[in-house]
């Protein structure tokens, strides 16, 4: 099994998540609390409150653990394609995949991604969600004080389950709108690149773009539903499931609710999922 898309995945992942660090806090804030009336009023109160770090909060960990969950989605998806089609990926654009097979290539990455990505998505989210100030003398301390607290007190809390709270959502999430998302970027790279040649960096860019763009807006309502279920466990509100989480946050606050973080999802979408195509194709290409 080529082991060099794992890799060149990990280190793409990690470059497209210091990118998009700062929108991803924003959005999380967005989509679970309800004491901001947008994206600027969200940026100026985290600006004023925390300075620029908070935008930063949490963002170690995320470079440390979901990069190497990136890895797995593309290690899986160029291994799938591999066992689909017999073409390595140097082989590709001189034989390029069927888009049924990019499909389900994807949907078979995202799908084994997303159990791995579950544990580490979750601390993220209620680490973000933490909006107390950086350490004042005599404020009370936030509840988890850093990344390993926050696995161990939800341990302790709540089990070994309770760190995959929301996986049931984040699963559903990831494994259509990952096939979506390789579909939609060898769909771009083709149609801009003569046949036969290899797309340029600019295509890359924007194919990656966009790509991260469509799988995004397709994956946004249950993006909202997995962070109120990873969120709940800790505050007011205890969902029964999957069902209850939709059907109670449509009915209290209607059907814009699942489009909550859509604008700063995909801006942060863009730029993101760009620099990781680019950074993944050029490694691959100067490993030969
Ligand atoms: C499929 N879905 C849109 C949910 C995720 C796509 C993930 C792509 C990239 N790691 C990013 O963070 O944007």
Redesign the pocket.
């Known amino acids: 099994m080529p082991a060099e898309e794992f890799v060149a995945g990990w280190i793409s ?1 990690a470059l ?2 210091v990118l ?1 660090h700062p929108f991803d806090t924003v959005k999380v804030r967005l989509q679970t609390q309800t004491t901001y009336r947008g994206i600027v009023d969200c940026m100026v109160k985290t600006y004023r409150h925390e300075s620029l770090l908070g935008f930063f909060k949490g963002m170690s960990f995320p470079i440390a653990s979901i990069s190497v969950v ?1 890895s797995v ?1 593309f290690g899986v998806y160029s291994n799938a394609l591999l066992a689909l089609t017999a073409t390595s990926h140097q082989e590709r654009r001189a034989q390029p995949p069927s888009y049924t097979h990019v499909f389900i290539a994807g949907c078979t990455g ?1 799908f084994l991604q997303a159990y791995c990505l579950a544990p580490f998505d979750l601390i993220k989210v209620r680490l973000q969600n933490q909006t107390e100030p950086r350490e004042k003398p005599g404020s009370p301390p936030p509840r988890y004080r850093g990344p390993v607290h926050c696995a161990a007190s939800i341990l302790q809390a709540e089990g070994p389950q309770g760190l995959f709270r929301g996986a049931w959502a984040l699963t559903l ?2 494994t259509p ?2 096939g ?2 390789f579909v939609t970027y060898e769909w771009l790279c083709r149609q801009l690149t003569p046949e036969g040649q290899n797309p340029s960096s600019g295509t890359v860019l924007v194919a990656g773009g966009f790509a ?1 763009i469509i ?2 807006v ?2 946004t309502p249950l ?1 909202v539903i997995k962070s109120r279920m990873q969120m709940a466990g800790l505050k007011q509100r205890a969902y029964l499931g999957l069902l209850d989480c939709i059907v109670s946050s449509a009915r209290q606050e209607g059907l814009g609710v699942f489009f909550r973080g859509l604008t700063i999802n995909s801006a ?2 863009f730029p ?2 760009a620099i ?1 195509f680019l950074s993944y194709e050029y490694l691959l290409l100067s490993w030969g």
């Open positions: 992942g497209g998540l998009g990136n989605l995202g999430r990831d709108t990952l979506i998302y991260g799988s995004w397709a994956a993006d942060r979408a993101v999922n990781t």
